[in-house]
């Protein structure tokens, strides 16, 4: 029902740019084990998978923040600027070693990830995940082939919801932010694909800081992404 006025409204397109966490990948699994094994490491109270979802998609900077902001409400924000070097290293550490091993690609990823290399686009991943995190988990899941690039949240200056990460992944791609779809989970991801001038899809299933995607301002849902190929398709 969303494809007449997709295509009506949009120019064809030559590229997508795919979000990683909440998109292709449940990785709800490994931020939750990452995170407590960090937390028991620094004597503090564990974190429950729902509050994990809420605060994941703005990086691990922001995400390890909002973690100890939730387990320790009192503190202030010296207090958790203080605790901030250590609790990253340990999360960085233990999320290395876990990487991959609580997570699941989500049905219809792969289908829709072909479906678009069949359509002559060529796509990106770009992800608030630090670099380091998502190469590994994107070969681990056999993802990695259908990306000619990656992009992790410390390439750039600024991550999403900030335009620069994706105006700079449409510049290695050598194509224009109209002509690039961005397909995410979350308003992050819709934000950013407005303010570069991209047009945006987004799943459904994602995590969205808890809140429904489709009440986010995109140009279309899809609850898999092989549903791509019907809201895109002529």
């Known amino acids: 029902m969303l494809t007449a006025s997709f295509k009506s409204n949009h120019p064809p397109l030559h590229a997508a740019i795919v ?26 109270p564990p974190v429950l998978p729902s509050d994990v979802e809420r605060m ?9 923040r909002s973690t100890l902001a939730h387990v320790r409400p009192g503190w202030r924000s010296a207090e958790i600027e203080d605790a901030f070097p250590s609790a990253m290293a340990a999360y960085q550490r233990h999320y290395l070693a876990i990487n991959g091993q609580h997570s699941r690609v989500y049905d219809g990823v792969l289908a829709g990830l072909t479906w678009l290399r069949g359509q002559g686009l060529v796509l990106a991943c770009l992800t608030n995940k630090p670099t380091a995190f998502a190469l590994p988990l994107l070969a681990q899941k056999g993802l990695d082939g259908y990306f000619s690039q990656v992009f992790g949240g410390d390439a750039f200056a600024r991550k999403k919801p900030d335009p620069l990460p994706l105006l700079k992944t449409c510049e290695a791609l ?56 019907g809201l895109l398709a002529e």
């Open 174 to 229: 050598g194509t224009l932010p109209a002509h690039t779809l961005m397909v995410g989970d979350s308003s992050n991801d819709a934000q950013a694909a407005r303010a570069a001038g991209c047009p945006v899809v987004l799943v459904t299933y994602g995590y969205n800081h808890g809140q429904p995607a489709r009440n986010v301002d995109a140009d279309g849902w899809v609850d898999s992404l092989v549903d791509l190929s």
């Open 56 to 64: 994941v998609g703005k990086g691990s900077e922001h995400l390890i």
């Open 19 to 44: 979000d990683l966490d909440g998109t292709m990948v449940d990785t709800l699994g490994d931020f939750g084990v990452a995170l407590n094994l960090m937390l028991a490491d620094m004597q503090l």
